[in-house]
């Protein structure tokens, strides 16, 4: 396992050595440059200033000599200024990545463990009530754009009732105020997510309950709770964590529909305005971010399958 490791890890520095300079050369290669937008707004600014604030910056070199620069200074850890918030790429970066985890992390944990319930029952239940009445769930959740989710939410609990706010992160010295805050953000996402989730973990825990090994467990008297959780879901869990796995970048990349709505600060907002205000540094260390988590959940889910599935080898 150690070399199979190492390798995967070799692959991925590879990786994304090719990815960056894709995601270099892609938002280099977007029509205007902030010293084209500088000038835009500033009619006074004559030819002269314009070709020595990109000498100064860089932007009259080619475009494999800027990556090469960006490249070394991004290795010892100075990934450069944000021009959108002023200040270093790390300061604008953090709290949001924050933001975004907590609210990502809150509403994948909570739709991962009702999905675990609802997909086993109905597993458990073939062709009954429960089974139709889950897979009406998973259906409406599947169906329901979070836009409008959101607003249906926000227009009951916060214009209707007036129990929890309409947006926003609240007081963040107040952990009372945060969690209100969180707790429409964090339902959206999960009542929208949950529907996949369920079918995947139905359909996998279906396949495993109908396996040999089962039935002789039950056979050799078994209770119905130790065949589900210690024989059925540990084989159902490996296609389930590939699932998984693919929606960790998720985590990290936020979520741009629903922290619109929620005007909340996080990842997906943050990249959306990053790539619309030719904001190079910070698009591209958020990019990178997200590519980075992808590929490592991914390593994790692999190193996963031995331990759900101790026939499998890496050899």
Not at 11 to 19: D, G, K, N, R, T
Not at 285 to 298: E, G, K, P, Y
Request: charged share 15%; glycine share 8%.
């Amino acid at each position: 396992m150690i070399r199979y490791t190492a390798i995967r890890l070799l692959e991925i520095a590879a990786l994304l050595v090719l990815l960056s300079f894709a995601i270099y050369a892609l938002i280099g290669l977007m029509p205007g440059d902030p010293i084209d937008l500088m000038r835009s707004a500033d009619p006074h600014m004559s030819a002269a200033d314009v070709a020595r604030l990109k000498a100064a910056q860089g932007l009259d070199q080619p475009l494999v000599s800027r990556y090469a620069d960006w490249a070394r200074r991004a290795l010892a850890g100075d990934l450069g200024y944000s021009r959108l918030f002023a200040t270093p790429v790390w300061a604008a970066l953090l709290p949001r990545l924050v933001n975004s985890l907590l609210l990502m992390g809150l509403s994948f944990v909570l739709a991962l463990a009702l999905a675990l319930g609802l997909g086993t029952v109905a597993a458990r239940l073939p062709r009954s009530r429960t089974d139709a009445a889950i897979n009406l769930l998973c259906f409406a959740s599947v169906s329901m754009p979070t836009f409008w989710l959101a607003l249906v939410l926000i227009l009951l609990f916060a214009v209707g009732l007036g129990w929890l706010p309409a947006g926003g992160t609240g007081d963040s010295g107040d952990l009372a105020d945060r969690a209100r805050h969180l707790v429409l953000p964090v339902a959206t996402l999960m009542l929208a997510s949950i529907g996949g989730y369920t079918r995947y973990v139905r359909g996998a825990m279906r396949e495993a309950l109908s396996q040999d090994h089962i039935r002789t467990a039950r056979a050799k008297g078994a209770s119905e709770t130790r065949v589900i959780l210690h024989h059925a879901l540990r084989g159902a869990m490996i296609p389930v964590t590939t699932i998984l796995a693919l929606s960790f970048g998720g985590l990290v990349s936020g979520a741009l529909v629903t922290e619109t709505m929620f005007a909340y600060p996080g990842m997906g907002k943050l990249i959306f305005d990053a790539v619309m205000g030719n904001d190079y540094n910070l698009a591209l260390a958020a990019l990178m971010l997200a590519s980075v988590t992808a590929m490592l959940a991914n390593l994790v889910a692999d190193l996963a399958y031995g331990w759900l599935d101790p026939r499998i080898s890496y050899q």
